[in-house]
């Protein structure tokens, strides 16, 4: 704690990204690892650094001859990250883990010679770190995603240490990104700001997530984010100016209320600011707190008592006081804000709190670690429970839902850095947080599952209100429960806001329905091999079944049909792992063998005859020809719909003759290099006047702002093109963008490009894309 008053400082953003965890000028790697050094001695109550010096030799030594893309050595990337965890200041064990974090996946080390070397501890935490690295985030695979999601959670749940690593490990990554191509900044910007950033908020890091935003920005929207730093640039010196003027005012009004306190002025993040002009509709000019004033206080009363003579100097503008000290944020973030009428009627924001609450919103999770809860006297153990509740949620869910999207959903929901929140009571005065807008129902769940699934009604404030009501801060709500309820409905699931209660119906529905889940899977099942010309009965054998239910963590078959049935497993999912325990047991027919030696004859005639021309192709009914085979069965495939034009390839199937597939379908691209000896080429058959004969499914996905007679001006123009529509639904999101998939049959891919062209002319259509599933 402070023992004597400290100077008001001010701090002002000049423009340019943070980067005060790494001076620029330490660039020489003896250099930074003595900076390192200085910093872990000045606030850990042990001097031994010597672990910390091994690792560094152990590190140079395996990066030796090893260079980052700016030249640099290697080795300074490792020595970066430990300083961003001394910033935060972690304890002996993160620190070597973090200079060892590259070794074992670039160099020849094992996490068995790391664990000889230093200790299990910090084996676990490198093999930890190293498993994260290896995961590829791919934006637009939703399955993929949310594997890797998976895991980084069951990574952070054996060590919450990994993820603070990985933390620091991109933070540094992403201050070097102007060395990477413009293709790398953009993905590794995007990664970074949807899942990186939002952990670090979640686990309260304010330093490391504030500087991932600014610098994800600068990637993702250069224009922008350079516009913005230039015209803040240009009014700065009034700014300066007017924060110092603040500050020497409050300075003297705290001095003369006998309240010890450091006060500074803050300048705003580039990407905070930038959030605010685009929800508000405002340009710049037309923001004035592009900065806040702290007071840091010794004590949670004097943090009430300075509130009270902040607003004896400044007039408060109603509506814009928060209370984060009595409820604090989910991330444990306390602290009070008032926004003021300053100088010349300008609108400013000061914030109050001690020094424990601004260690707390600085480091989040990080500021109370180990050795240091044992230091100032905390337990541990309550705080690391209270800390690591939004963790321990996540997994609840793992647990509970095997579909990747729904958790995906959930996921990103909850991570979601600008969602308001509302704080409200139950009728005992105890405060429950829940999302902007939450229900009656929102807050059922959050008190208990079963008062959720019992309830028949709410009141407020002591009135009766529906279950819709939108909570309000400040209201004491009481939930009405009946042992007569017979359950959620299924409506709620469009009402609540809470993942929580969202999670919660799907669970009661999954466990309340399971014989007519069982029902309804078993049909899906059914009618999906039906319509792809699967023969189930060849799949539905133990040793299959069983290779199922491991890979999807399920004790037995009938399990597998409710999640089917209750939408937590896709029908196709199951058939393709049904199929790939099939294809072990049973690598070729036949039937098989004889298509592929009729491809590879070709391929080994055309290779002794020096020829560079394709193989001889043989006509088909289908108006497809098939490479240096003749008569053979040939279908089109439903999961990429492909029409003349599109460049094709064929795929020998196992007993069903050859599918056809566009050569840029996800399902192609993603074929086992087993299966890729299947490929084989094909091509469209045309008439003498090189237009095709046939006319071809497909199908597109139209997305739109939803508005009155959409459908109908699509349709319109479907009609004068005399388009056969096959199939068309629509279903429209909370946020009002409506998907319309249109199935219909079509001459060719020129055709089916004038008809987008025609229809994106449609007032309120902003995307047309073809089915690719």
């Not at 337990?379 to 939004?390: F, G, I, V, Y």
């Not at 004491?476 to 959620?488: D, F, L, Y």
């Amino acid at each position: 704690m402070k023992d004597k008053m400290m100077e008001p400082e001010v701090k002002i953003d000049n423009g340019e990204l943070a980067t005060s965890m790494i001076p620029e000028d330490f660039t020489e790697p003896e250099v930074l690892f003595q900076k390192l050094i200085s910093m872990v001695k000045k606030y850990h109550p042990s001097d031994d650094v010597h672990l910390i010096e091994k690792a560094y030799k152990i590190a140079y030594k395996a990066h030796d001859g090893q260079k980052r893309k700016s030249g640099e050595p290697y080795i300074i990337h490792p020595v970066c990250v430990c300083i961003i965890l001394a910033e935060l200041e972690l304890d002996k064990e993160t620190i070597v883990a973090g200079m060892l974090h590259d070794v074992v996946e670039d160099t020849i080390m094992t996490s068995e010679e790391i664990a000889a070397e230093f200790s299990d501890e910090v084996a676990l935490l490198v093999d930890g770190v190293t498993k994260l690295t290896q995961l590829n985030y791919v934006a637009d695979k939703v399955e993929v995603q949310a594997e890797n999601l998976r895991k980084m959670f069951l990574a952070m749940a054996k060590d919450i240490r990994v993820i603070l690593i990985k933390l620091a490990d991109r933070l540094h990554n992403m201050r070097t990104m102007q060395y990477q191509t413009p293709e790398k900044q953009k993905e590794k910007s995007t990664e970074t700001m949807d899942i990186y950033a939002p952990i670090a908020d979640r686990l309260g890091i304010s330093k490391v997530k504030v500087e991932l935003d600014d610098l994800a920005f600068r990637y993702l929207e250069p224009e922008m984010y350079h516009d913005l730093v230039n015209k803040i640039a240009m009014g700065q010196e009034r700014r300066d100016e007017f924060i110092r003027k603040i500050v020497s005012e409050v300075k003297s009004h705290i001095e003369k209320a006998g309240i010890k306190a450091t006060i500074d002025g803050r300048a705003k993040h580039y990407f905070s600011i930038y959030k605010k002009m685009v929800t508000q509709n405002k340009k710049l000019e037309q923001i004035y707190d592009l900065f806040a004033v702290r007071i840091i206080v010794e004590t949670e009363r004097d943090c009430y008592t300075a509130l009270g003579v902040i607003h004896e100097i400044y007039k408060p503008i109603p509506g814009h006081f928060k209370d984060y000290i009595a409820m604090p944020k989910p991330n444990n973030y306390q602290s009070l804000h008032t926004t003021l009428i300053g100088p010349q009627g300008h609108p400013f924001e000061i914030q109050i709190r001690t020094y424990e609450m601004h260690r707390t919103a600085e480091y989040g999770i990080a500021a109370h670690w180990k050795y240091k809860e044992n230091q100032y006297g905390h337990n541990t153990a309550d705080s690391e429970e209270e800390k690591l509740a939004w963790l321990r949620r996540i997994l609840e869910w793992q647990r509970d839902m095997s579909d990747n999207k729904e958790f995906l959903s959930l996921l990103k929901s909850d991570l979601d850095l600008f969602s308001d929140h509302v704080y409200c009571f139950t009728k005992d005065g105890d405060v429950k947080n829940l999302p902007a807008d939450s229900t009656p129902i929102d807050f059922a769940y959050a008190v208990h599952s079963a008062v959720g699934n019992k309830m028949v009604g709410a009141r407020v404030n002591g009135n009766l209100v529906p279950i819709d009501y939108k909570i309000q801060n400040g209201d004491r709500v009481e939930i009405m429960t009946s042992q007569n309820s017979r359950g959620p409905s299924r409506d709620w699931l469009s009402i609540v806001k809470s993942t929580q209660a969202k999670n919660k119906i799907n669970q009661w529905f999954r466990s309340e329905f399971k014989e007519e889940n069982i029902v309804k899977g078993k049909e899906m099942l059914t009618g999906y091999c039906k319509a792809h010309l699967i023969p189930l009965t060849d799949l539905l054998k133990t040793e299959y079944m069983n290779a199922c239910l491991k890979k999807y963590g399920f004790r037995d078959w009938d399990s597998v049909l409710a999640a089917i049935g209750h939408g937590g497993l896709k029908e196709g999912q199951v058939v393709n792992k049904l199929q790939d325990a099939y294809r072990k047991k049973n690598p070729v027919h036949t039937t098989d063998k004889q298509i592929l030696e009729a491809v590879n004859k070709e391929n080994q005639l055309q290779g002794q005859n020096g020829s560079s021309t394709k193989p001889a192709a043989v006509k088909s009914k289908s108006g497809i020809v098939v490479a240096g085979i003749d008569d053979v069965s040939v279908r089109f495939s439903k999961c990429c719909s492909p029409v003349p034009g599109d460049e094709i390839i064929g795929f020998v199937t196992r007993g069903r003759g050859v599918s056809i597939h566009r050569t840029d379908c996800i399902n192609m691209m993603n074929l086992s290099e087993q299966d890729r000896q299947r490929i084989i080429e094909a091509e469209w058959e045309t008439s003498a006047d090189g237009k095709p004969d046939e006319l071809y499914d497909t199908e597109i996905i139209i997305y739109a702002y939803d508005r009155m007679g959409i459908l109908l001006d699509i349709t319109k123009i479907l009609t004068e093109n005399k388009i056969d529509v096959k199939s068309i639904n629509s279903r429209t999101s909370k946020q009002g963008i409506a998907t319309i998939n249109v199935g219909f049959a079509i001459r060719s891919k020129d055709s089916l490009h004038d008809l987008t062209k025609k229809l994106l002319q449609i007032d309120g259509i902003k995307d047309i894309q073809r089915t690719q599933s």
